[in-house]
């Protein structure tokens, strides 16, 4: 069974505005992030992450995001720290903003990207080496 959950929308017009959007499946989450996000947001959306250290896995669709700082970059290598703590298996899905930010500040290839939502939740609910089945998003790979 999943359980579905939207938090507000967070920010004001000068900020960056988000919607976060949870699906609680029976052993991990998916958390789906829409608009955009800064460092005038970003704390929310590791809230929302801290909620899933409990779970198996954390898939996180970034495809709706328009927006990313370098705050956004720091708080997905803080998701990533975090999981890898609570040996929590997860995986983003990035869109147009967010590969652009990974192609400039994740050349070595740290985070877990799948191509697609149907690649990242398969990747970490099913396989044994959930690392195999993403790619990573490199300048020049």
């Known amino acids: 069974m999943i359980t579905q959950s939207r938090s507000p929308v967070v920010g004001s017009a000068q900020q960056a505005v988000a919607r976060f959007t949870t ?13 955009k996000l800064a460092a005038a947001n970003v704390d929310q959306l590791l809230d929302h992450v801290h909620r899933a250290m409990c779970c198996e896995w954390l898939v996180l669709d970034l495809t709706a995001v328009e ?23 997860w995986s983003l899905v990035a869109g147009r903003a967010v590969s652009r930010l990974l192609r400039s500040c994740d ?35």
Do not use: Y
């Open 107 to 141: 050349r070595d290839g740290v985070l877990p990207v799948s191509e697609s939502l149907t690649a990242a939740l398969a990747s970490v609910q099913k396989l044994p080496d959930w690392r195999a089945t993403t790619h990573h998003v490199a300048g020049s790979r």
């Open 23 to 35: 699906h609680q499946g029976r052993t991990g989450r998916l958390l789906s992030v829409a608009g």
């Open 67 to 89: 927006f990313v700082d370098v705050a956004s970059m720091n708080a997905l290598h803080t998701i990533n720290a975090r999981c890898a703590h609570f040996d929590v298996k």
